[in-house]
C-alpha cells in the first residue's frame, strides 16, 4: 500500500500541534510538557537561539558546551541503565525516553545503537511491569531515531523475538506488554478479540490499555499490509470489530469505530464490495455511539464518542474524510484519509510533545508524510515565522468574538423554538 498522502504548505500562521479537527488526534501527556533536566539540556538550538544578539563566536561556544553537556547526560543515563537499582534504571530509561522525543539524535546513537540494545534487552528479560514497558518505548524511539536504513531494521530484527515472546506471555505486565507491541497481525488480533472484551464481561480495568494497544498497533499494520492480506481480513477478518463497539470502554469503542472506517476505506482503494448481511445493523449501531446521551457515562466521554462516531458514521455512509491540518513551525500538512490519521497517531503517541520537532527534522517522519527534506532556514527567517505575544492575543481576541457570535446565534434559535 502507498504511504499516506498528506499536502504540505507553509505559512506564518501560529505553529500548533493539530488544527480543526485535531480534537480527534488527543493532546500529549502533560509529563513531557514540564521542564524536565533532559528535556532542557537536549532543547533544539533552533528554538532558543537569538540571532544577531550576539557575536557569532561565542552563539557557536555555547551551542557546543550545550552539546557536549546534552551528549554527556545522555552517556550517563545508557550506563545507569545497568545499575542494581530498579529506581536507577528506571530514572534513565525516562530520562532517555524524553531526550529521544525531544530531539534527532541519529549521529549520536549511530556508533553506540548496538551497546543501547543490549541494555535494553536486559531491561526487558529482567525487569518488571514498568521497566519493561519503559523499555519498550525506549526501544521504539530508537528504531525511529535510525530511520529506514539497515541500522535500524538490524536493531528491529535482533530485538523482535523478545518483543514477541513479551507480547505473548499472559503473565506478563499488562503495562510491558501493551508496550511491546509491534510483531504479527495474528498475536495482536489474539489479544483485542478475546471474550474479555465483550460487553458485561468481568475483565480487569488494567488491561483496557493493553487491549486498546493491540487494536491500535494492528489497525496501523493493516495501513502498510500487502493487498492479499487485506483482501482476506476484508472477506471475514474484520467481523470481529462490530462485537467491540458494546464494549464498556470508552477508549475501545472509539478504536473500534476507527478501525471499522479504516476498514472500509481500504476496502473502496481496493475496489472492494465491503457489505454483509449486518451492515445495516451495525449503521444502526453507528448512529446510537453518535447519539448516545446515557447519564452513568462521563460526560466527556460522551461528548468526546458523539464527536467521533458523526465522522464515522459520515464515512461509511457518503465515503468523505473530514481532513485535518496539522501545523508545526512553517510548515502545515493535511490528513486527509483514515490511514493518515493512525498513521500520525501512533507517532503523536510515541513522541507526544515532541511530534512538532520530529515533524520539522526527521528524515524519516518527513519520508513517511511526503514531507520532502527537512527545510533549512536562515535565522532571518527563524525570526520572522515567530508570532509575537501580541499577535497571539489579537488572533485569540478574534477567535473569542466569532465563537460567541456563532453560540448566540445558536442559542437565539433555540430561544425561538421554545
Excluded at 537569538?50 to 546534552?70: C, V
Aim: charged share 25%; aromatic share 6%.
Amino acid at each position: 500500500m502507498a504511504p499516506p498522502c498528506v499536502r504540505a504548505d507553509w505559512g506564518l500562521s501560529p505553529p500548533s500541534a493539530g488544527g480543526p479537527g485535531s480534537g480527534r488526534a488527543g493532546s500529549p501527556a502533560s509529563e513531557e510538557e514540564t521542564g524536565s533536566e533532559v528535556l532542557s539540556h537536549c532543547s533544539s538550538a533552533s528554538e532558543g537561539g537569538s540571532p544577531a544578539e550576539e557575536p557569532a563566536g561565542s552563539d557557536a561556544a555555547g551551542e557546543q558546551a550545550q552539546e557536549e553537556e546534552a551528549e554527556d547526560r545522555l552517556k550517563e543515563h545508557m550506563d545507569n541503565l545497568l545499575d542494581k537499582s530498579t529506581k536507577t534504571r528506571l530514572a534513565a530509561l525516562q530520562g532517555l525516553r524524553l531526550a529521544f522525543s525531544s530531539r534527532t539524535l541519529s549521529e549520536f546513537l549511530l556508533e553506540r545503537r548496538l551497546t543501547l540494545t543490549d541494555s535494553l534487552e536486559k531491561c526487558l528479560k529482567k525487569g518488571k511491569g514498568e521497566e519493561q514497558a519503559l523499555a519498550g518505548t525506549v526501544l521504539t524511539l530508537l528504531c525511529l531515531q535510525m530511520g529506514s536504513g539497515p541500522e535500524g531494521e538490524e536493531v528491529f530484527r535482533s530485538m523482535k523475538p523478545l518483543l514477541v515472546s513479551v507480547l505473548t506471555d499472559s503473565m506478563a505486565s499488562p503495562g510491558a506488554r501493551q508496550s511491546d507491541l509491534g510483531s504479527c497481525l495474528s498475536c495482536l488480533e489474539s489479544i483485542f478479540s478475546s471474550p474479555s472484551t465483550s460487553e458485561g464481561s468481568s475483565a480487569p480495568s488494567q488491561h483496557g490499555p493493553l487491549y486498546c494497544s493491540a487494536l491500535q498497533s494492528w489497525s496501523l499494520l493493516l495501513t502498510i499490509c500487502p493487498p492479499s492480506h487485506i483482501k482476506s481480513i476484508l472477506d471475514n477478518g474484520w467481523l470481529r470489530l462490530p462485537p467491540l463497539l458494546a464494549s464498556s470502554n470508552v477508549a475501545l469503542r472509539i478504536l473500534a469505530g476507527e478501525t471499522i472506517a479504516l476498514i472500509f476505506e481500504l476496502a473502496q482503494d481496493m475496489e472492494e464490495d465491503l457489505c454483509h448481511q449486518d451492515t445495516a445493523f451495525l449503521c444502526a449501531q453507528l448512529k446510537v455511539l453518535a447519539t448516545e446521551s446515557n447519564k452513568y457515562r462521563a460526560k466527556t466521554d460522551r461528548r468526546k464518542q458523539r464527536s467521533i462516531f458523526r465522522d464515522i458514521l459520515h464515512f461509511i455512509e457518503s465515503g468523505e474524510y473530514q481532513e485535518e491540518a496539522i501545523r508545526f513551525g512553517l510548515e502545515c500538512m493535511y490528513l486527509d484519509s483514515w490511514a493518515c490519521q493512525r498513521t500520525y497517531q501512533a507517532f503523536k503517541e510515541v513522541l507526544g510533545s515532541g511530534i512538532c520537532h520530529h515533524l520539522q527534522n526527521n528524515e524519516l517522519l518527513r519520508e513517511i508524510f511526503g514531507l520532502g527534506p527537512p527545510l533549512v532556514l536562515d535565522a532571518a527567517a527563524l525570526k520572522a515565522s515567530k508570532v509575537s505575544r501580541f499577535e497571539k492575543h489579537l488572533y485569540n481576541s478574534a477567535a473569542f468574538k466569532a465563537r460567541t457570535k456563532a453560540r448566540s446565534r445558536v442559542r437565539d434559535k433555540r430561544a425561538d423554538v421554545l
